[in-house]
């Protein structure tokens, strides 16, 4: 069974940190690139990072860019997002998503997502 889960959400208060994982199992998570998407209450998706397959490239939207580090081990088919000097700008349900790497073919994954709230 594919599957994306994602953890670490949570309240934390603002200038805080959280680590998220997304965990893979029931593909090749190592031909995949992955990406971190967020989705606030009435507002659009948004995209906030992506990596490469191989972790050779990492790409951040600009209001995360400095604060947030985007990693993967494929020996544990984990990715991370790793969020500090949160805002309460910050507070959606962040998503993962995997596609296969260019060259690859294959289908696209979502997570079910995880409430992360920066709040005082």
């Known amino acids: 069974q594919v599957q994306l889960v994602e953890s670490g959400g949570g309240l934390v208060q603002p200038g805080g940190s959280l680590r998220l994982s997304c965990a893979a199992s029931?593909?090749?998570?190592?031909?995949?690139?992955m990406r971190w998407y967020r989705q606030a209450p009435g507002k659009e998706r948004e995209l906030v990072a992506d990596?490469?397959?191989?972790?050779?490239?990492?790409n951040y939207a600009d209001s995360v860019k400095g604060r947030f580090t985007i990693s993967r081990d494929n020996a544990k088919n984990t990715g991370y997002l790793q969020m500090n000097s949160l805002k309460p700008e910050d507070t959606a349900v962040y998503l993962c998503?995997?596609?296969?790497?260019?060259?690859?073919?294959?289908?696209?994954?979502w997570g079910q997502g995880t409430q992360v709230t920066v709040s005082s």
């Open positions: 998503y995997a596609r296969p790497t260019r060259g690859t073919l294959g289908q696209t994954y």
């Open positions: 990596i490469t397959s191989t972790s050779s490239s990492t």
């Open positions: 029931g593909f090749t998570f190592s031909i995949y690139d």
